[in-house]
Nanobody, 116 residues
């Protein structure tokens, strides 16, 4: 079992910056990824950014060059710069084991709203 506690988020004007942080605790099952996904109104959940236990990062195309993810053991931070109204979504911290058996755990989500 892995527990995820998210912090950060809120309301920001376009062009601004926010930081999201997620603390994971419990029994980590390596290899794994820890990171952020988001779901806008009426949309499917999509990848924002993840980082593996080896430090390999993966970014969604919509955030490349603007967002930066970092990880220190069970804590992952997402620096979001140059925010746009289309970044408005509920952001979920997700932990995934990347080999068999596949397991995944999710945080409760935190709202990010970017006004024009």
């Amino acid at each position: 079992q892995v527990r995820l506690v998210e912090s950060g988020g809120g309301v920001m004007t376009s062009g601004g910056s926010l930081i999201l942080r997620c603390v994971a605790s419990g029994n980590f099952l390596r290899p794994d990824t820890l990171g952020w996904y988001r779901q806008g109104p009426g949309e499917q959940r999509e990848l924002v950014a993840t980082v593996s236990n080896k430090g390999v990062t993966d970014y969604g195309d919509a955030v490349k060059g603007r967002f930066t993810i970092s990880r220190d053991e069970g804590t992952v931070s997402l620096q979001m710069n140059s925010l746009r109204p289309e970044d408005t979504a509920v952001y979920y911290c997700g932990y995934k084991r990347t080999s068999f058996p596949r397991l995944e755990y999710w945080g409760q989500g935190t709202q990010v709203t970017v006004s024009a």
